[in-house]
């Protein structure tokens, strides 16, 4: 349902609201690690994440079948994206938060013209609430990752990405991608599956959270058995979804999975090496590398720093948890 052409379209409807964001590179780090690293930096997007891609994607059509409002789910950069693209399309946007999400999260989403309900997160579901609110309000409800329009709007980063590599005339042997429900690494690959056929694509997870490496192991949508809290709260989903994991069963080689220290010194070594002030969620698989969880020895190596919406309190906690 989701090919390279419609990735195409809808990088053509939305390019215009969206930062090509930069690839930042390291002479220190490739020495250090042995390899080619190009980090794609979503902490410079709109909203600080790449979901305004999927957000304005999904809004855009639902606006030219003019759809005045919209529904959503989201702990937090999915609400931004979608209230950010609610906002520019004049339409109004119900977003079902969880009450512990980061303040800044909330208040940002609040900003931008959005109405916010929050719930308890592990204790009520927030599809059933958010589908209660769009059955109500005849609105339609744009899912943070099991859409095609959203899929093919994240799309667009790999697409800029894919950009970069056949610009400098490389061929990129490997590609991290953070990973929740799958609608990043989704659209990602299809980009990538494109040009470079022969890349080897990885989602990366929270270890508390890493249903997509269990499904890709499993070759089937596994659900986790128990949940345990990360920092990483825009990663914590239990179950791939059921239009992301096809995709990713078929162009991802493995998943990987990280655990909150090893991203607390991922933090810590983007901050002092780039000057990029990411949220946990955003450095997974800047971690990957740290923490020797892939041999990247002589590749060229995507990684992708997702978001950073992290606010200063907990970012100098987690550099302090880097540090100790």
Same mark, same amino acid.
């Given at each position: ?18 930062? *090509? ?8 780090? *490739? *020495? ?5 690293? /190009? ?9 600080? #994440? %790449? ?5 304005? #994607? ?46 800044? +999260? ?12 929050? /719930? ?9 609430? $958010? ?12 899912? @943070? %990752?099991?859409?095609?329009? &959203? ?25 991290? !991608?953070?990973? !929740? ?10 980009? %990538?599956?494109?040009?470079? @056929? ?16 269990? !499904? ?17 709260? $825009?990663?914590?989903?239990?179950? @791939? ?23 607390? +010194? ?7 090496? %780039?000057?990029?002030? $990411? ?14 969880? &892939? ?20 970012? !100098?906690? /987690? ?6």
């Amino acid at each position: 349902m989701v090919n390279i052409s419609k990735l195409q379209d809808s990088y053509f409807r939305i390019k215009k609201f969206i930062n *090509n964001t930069p690839i930042l590179t390291s002479d220190r780090m *490739n *020495n250090e690690f042995g390899g080619f690293f /190009y980090l794609k930096n979503e902490v410079d997007q709109v909203t600080g #994440s %790449f979901k305004i891609r999927g957000a304005l #994607s999904a809004l855009s059509n639902l606006k030219d079948k003019n759809v005045c409002g919209v529904v959503a789910y989201s702990s937090g950069n999915h609400a931004q994206g979608v209230s950010k693209a609610a906002q520019i399309f004049d339409m109004h946007a119900i977003i079902v938060m969880p009450e512990d999400a980061p303040q800044n +999260k909330i208040d940002k989403t609040i900003a931008n013209g959005a109405e916010v309900v929050l /719930y308890k997160r592990h204790i009520e579901s927030r599809e059933e609430i $958010a589908k209660k609110i769009a059955d109500d309000k005849q609105y339609p409800l744009v899912k @943070p %990752f099991d859409n095609v329009d &959203i899929i093919a709007g994240q799309g667009s980063f790999g697409l800029e990405a894919c950009e970069y590599f056949i610009q400098n005339n490389i061929f990129p042997d490997i590609v991290l !991608s953070c990973t !929740s429900g799958g609608g990043l690494v989704a659209g990602t690959s299809i980009a %990538f599956k494109h040009y470079f @056929p022969d890349v080897q694509i990885y989602p990366v997870e929270p270890l508390t959270c890493n249903d997509t490496e269990i !499904s890709l192991k499993n070759k089937t949508r596994t659900r986790l058995k128990t949940h345990q809290n990360t920092i990483c709260d $825009a990663l914590e989903v239990e179950i @791939p979804g059921e239009i992301t994991f096809p995709i990713n069963l078929e162009n991802c080689t493995a998943g990987i999975s990280v655990t909150d220290e090893e991203v607390c +010194k991922a933090m810590k070594y983007l901050y002092d090496e %780039f000057q990029v002030k $990411a949220e946990p969620s955003g450095c997974v698989s800047l971690a990957a590398v740290l923490s020797n969880k &892939i041999n990247v020895k002589g590749k060229h190596v995507l990684i992708t720093i997702s978001g950073g919406n992290v606010d200063k309190h907990d970012f !100098s906690k /987690y550099l302090k948890l880097a540090k100790d």
